[in-house]
């Protein structure tokens, strides 16, 4: 029964992440469950044995990522080899550079017909990025590399601008306006953490 | 016809500031039509010559409130007589002050049941706030009061932090916590325009 359990576990986490990649590359609304399956090399059947449907898939792509990222922001935070300002560096590096291939995933969260997810996606993921990101903080002011004398409230205030980010980049066509938004926001992090201009870098990360 | 029209949408005017009032003391869901009939003096019938349902009134009073603010803050960017510190002090106080008697509205628009309206909301109050404020940061850089090098991106990404406002103040039970929040955000405030920590006040503003 164990076995059963765990092997019916981890077959649903092979499909969670076939299904990711295609959706990462192609869009939520291009792939069909058959195109899972066919990545899965499994038949179009077996799908329902673990999911109800396209939408719970994505729903468990979203909700693993979610813990993943927490698992990783946890690990990093507690490193003891890293400044802060490096790991927030690898944090900005890392956010701006997947805005384009998290795309589909922001559109599906926010589509009316998924609703109640984006709000619940959204608590969710404040819950577990404040904590760390705050604990990154703390440690830069006690390096003395940042200087913010509200922690845990700035960062929730940047975090309600990050969570945007992809409205304030996505829609660009232009490249130039999108250095420039880009700018824009290297010198508002550098604000909201007190350090100099420059410290941050993120106009390298979109092309 | 010309009168037959004006009446009916001076009519349906009426109906959505009685509404609006109504929904404002109470919140939305404690609200009936009944009520709205009640205060406008007609009958429960009449509404739905105006109306198809409690949801269509709400819409009107948002899209109303939108169409209204977009008003008020042009006619602020283009006012001669104050200076750019004080218009934004007059924004931070409008905004924070009306942060609870706002929250039925952002509940509203935020509700599963109201799939999509969160999204349109968001854009229409984008487009509507952003150039304005933009001109106020820019007079702000002209008089010298502010110091922002790029004003259209930063106004958006402060926007980004004030649309999540009641996520951060509108949970906390304790005045303490409350007043911590509004403090860190009179910093980014001053930091996102390049003031000194001390020149706009927010924690005066709610109670």
Chains 1, 2 share one sequence.
Do not use: W
Not at 104 to 127: C, H, K, Q, W
Request: with cysteine; proline share 3%; charged share 30%.
């Amino acid at each position: 029964m164990g076995r059963k359990a765990t092997n019916f576990e981890s077959m649903k986490i092979k499909y969670i992440k076939a299904a990711e990649e295609l959706f990462r590359e192609k869009g939520y609304d291009d792939i069909s469950i058959s195109e899972i399956a066919r990545k899965m090399d499994m038949s179009h059947g077996a799908f329902f044995y673990y999911f109800k449907s396209k939408e719970e898939v994505m729903q468990a792509v979203i909700m693993v990522s979610l813990k993943e990222s927490e698992k990783y922001l946890k690990a990093l935070a507690s490193d003891g080899s890293m400044s802060a300002k490096e790991k927030m560096q690898l944090i900005l590096t890392i956010t701006v550079g997947a805005l384009k291939e998290e795309q589909p995933f922001i559109d599906f969260v926010r589509s009316p017909a998924n609703t109640g997810l984006y709000r619940e996606y959204l608590m969710r993921s404040r819950e577990i990025t404040i904590p760390p990101v705050t604990d990154i903080v703390k440690q830069g002011i006690s390096e003395g590399s940042f200087r913010v004398e509200y922690p845990e409230e700035t960062v929730r205030y940047l975090i309600y601008v990050f969570e945007n980010l992809t409205d304030a980049i996505y829609p660009l066509k232009n490249d130039q306006e999108c250095h420039r938004r880009l700018r824009a926001l290297e010198i508002v992090v550098s604000k909201f953490l007190g350090v100099d201009e420059g410290e941050f870098t993120l106009t390298e990360q979109v092309s």
